[in-house]
């Protein structure tokens, strides 16, 4: 800008020195054409006056981007301020919620699962129904109640589980008598497991359920994938994992079912195809490499069903009973069924076992803990059975003589199950009882566990389940557990798992949610009434099954 008035000066000066009329040079003559004078003197000036316009122009043009590059100027100093107040904002609003957060988790650590306060600090109740108005009967006539209607019913539950053991038995060697043992899968003998095993069954008919591990031949393996060995997995998948088919040396997966015959009713746990539709060698490889490496569940119940179908017209004519699926969509759910109409249930599960640990894999259970179905067919479900009833075999032993550890699982299953009769199914399972069972058991002293504290604990128990019907949250008791016993034997990569809860579905489904804590408030309600009404009468439905079973 000053450039251009220096030049605007210039240009003034210059016009007026060289006017003739106020600075006349010496030896200048006037023209004698005085009009041609004006003319020349109108061109300068309009020369003069376009030459002033430009300038004018020019020192516009800079004033405006110099205003231009001051207000970007501001405009960034700005941005900048508010970038810096941002991030500090951000940073301290994520030191506050990290510090809540442990203050949260140390406040759970201390305070549950353990109940510190026994019977006098008890929690609030839910949807306004406080559990410590809840009034249990005495001492004496939980006893009583036990004696008629829990103790009775499942008196013959050892006799039960001897007749269903020895039925498995013959029928799984008949099994193991129809495969090939080079190229058919191996069945192994079979585990028992559950509330049967574990000395709670309180519904009636008595169902023993057994675990029967396979194993594919030789040079095959399967191969679990947990899912907390991978990055990331959805939430409603924790608890879930893969089994992958493949050969123990390493090598591609090849299917085994072109090179043995199956027979007519066998299925290809990979592939669906009965043994006696042999494809060619090419179709072969492309169904070996095309689909998909993880064995399916659905496959996997087919092929069990089918066996123990084969098996079983192999040995019925040594029995005077029928044997029948129980349901469809579950396999290995049996039913015996004897002339005089009764019937005993009981299931075998296919399942395989995760590397050398008591984790088994199960492709389906009637009652599945978490109350959610798999996604996918190669999706199956890690059970803990088998640790959880040696844990509390475990506890047993270092409990007082006549414990009431069952009595309370007991007592507080047979109040869920007649409540699921009076208002229909929720999300509350047998399953959770017996996790926060495990917690508390885990939490309290052997001493705390007398015979003559039932009422306390049976107390403790419910209040267990209300603060975690509160909070939608019940933690698996093995998975993500630092505190069991390293004597368990449970792998190190499952205690050091993120914590699984078994409430998550509560969080995606309110309906649920709300039909499950009316249910159990509706629960605590009819209590006292019917244990009362039980330990004076015992309905006809627990009238126990016939005494014996013919086998010839």
């Not at 079983?312 to 039913?335: M, V």
């Not at 058991?441 to 107390?459: F, G, I, T, Y």
Request: charged share 25%; aromatic share 8%; hydrophobic share 40%.
């Amino acid at each position: 800008m000053a450039v251009g008035l220096f030049r605007v000066c210039l240009v003034v000066v210059t016009a007026i020195i060289n006017h003739p009329l106020l600075f006349p040079r010496e030896n200048a003559t006037v023209p004698e054409n005085e009009e041609e004078i004006i003319r020349k003197m109108q061109a300068h000036q309009e020369k003069l006056q376009l030459e002033q316009l430009r300038l004018e122009e020019e020192v516009a043009q800079l004033a405006a981007e110099k205003e231009a590059v001051e207000r970007v100027a501001e405009e960034s100093q700005q941005q900048h301020e508010a970038h810096v107040a941002w991030d500090l904002w951000t940073t301290l609003c994520m030191i506050l919620f990290l510090i809540i957060e442990v203050w949260r988790q140390d406040h759970q650590d201390g305070a549950w699962p353990e109940c510190p306060g026994g019977d006098e600090d008890e929690l609030p109740g839910l949807g306004g129904t406080p559990l410590r108005g809840l009034t249990l009967p005495n001492k004496t006539t939980l006893d009583h109640f036990y004696e008629r209607c829990i103790r009775s019913a499942t008196a013959d539950a050892a006799r039960t589980r001897e007749f269903v053991e020895g039925f498995v038995d013959d029928l799984l060697e008949a099994l193991r008598s129809l495969c090939n043992r080079d190229t058919d899968m191996e069945v192994e003998d079979f585990i028992g497991v559950d509330s049967m095993y574990e000395n709670w069954q309180v519904d009636r008919p008595l169902l023993c359920r057994l675990f029967v591990p396979f194993t594919p031949p030789e040079p095959y393996r399967f191969y679990p994938e947990l899912w907390y060995s991978r990055r990331s997995v959805p939430l409603d998948r924790q608890g879930y994992g893969q089994i992958k088919v493949a050969r123990a040396d390493g090598d591609a997966l090849s299917c085994i079912c072109g090179k043995t015959k199956l027979g007519e009713d066998m299925l290809c746990l990979l592939h669906g195809k009965p043994g006696g539709e042999r494809p060619g060698r090419e179709m072969e490889e492309l169904l070996c490499t095309g689909e998909s490496p993880y064995l399916d569940t659905m496959q996997v119940m087919k092929w069990f069903q089918t066996a123990l179908t084969r098996a079983w017209h192999r040995i019925a004519r040594k029995y005077e009973f029928d044997l029948a699926f129980s349901h469809l969509d579950t396999p290995g759910s049996l039913k015996i069924k004897f002339r005089s109409g009764k019937f005993m249930p009981f299931d075998l599960v296919p399942v395989i076992q995760c590397e050398d640990s008591d984790l088994y894999f199960v492709p389906h259970l009637p009652r599945e803990p978490c109350g959610s179905t798999p996604a996918s067919s190669t999706d199956w479900l890690l059970s803990f059975a088998v640790y959880e009833r040696h844990f509390l075999r475990m506890t047993s032993k270092a409990l007082p003589e006549g414990a009431c550890h069952l009595s309370c699982l007991q007592i507080a299953s047979f109040l869920l199950s007649k409540q699921a009769r009076l208002t229909g199914p929720s999300g509350l399972h047998g399953y959770h009882l017996k996790t926060a069972l495990l917690h508390l058991l885990l939490a309290r002293r052997a001493s705390d566990w007398k015979a003559a504290q039932l009422v306390a604990r049976l107390h403790e128990l419910l209040s267990f389940l209300e603060k975690s019907l509160l909070e939608k949250k019940l933690h698996h008791f093995f998975v993500g557990n630092r505190k069991v016993p390293e004597a368990m034997g449970l792998p190190e990569a499952v205690r050091r798992a993120e914590p699984l809860n078994l409430f998550r579905p509560f969080v995606l489904q309110r309906s649920l949610y709300r039909r499950t804590v009316d249910s159990f408030n509706e629960m605590l309600k009819n209590a006292p009434a019917l244990i009362s009404e039980y330990s004076l009468h015992v309905p006809s439905d627990h009238a126990s099954l016939p005494p014996k079973a013919v086998v010839l």
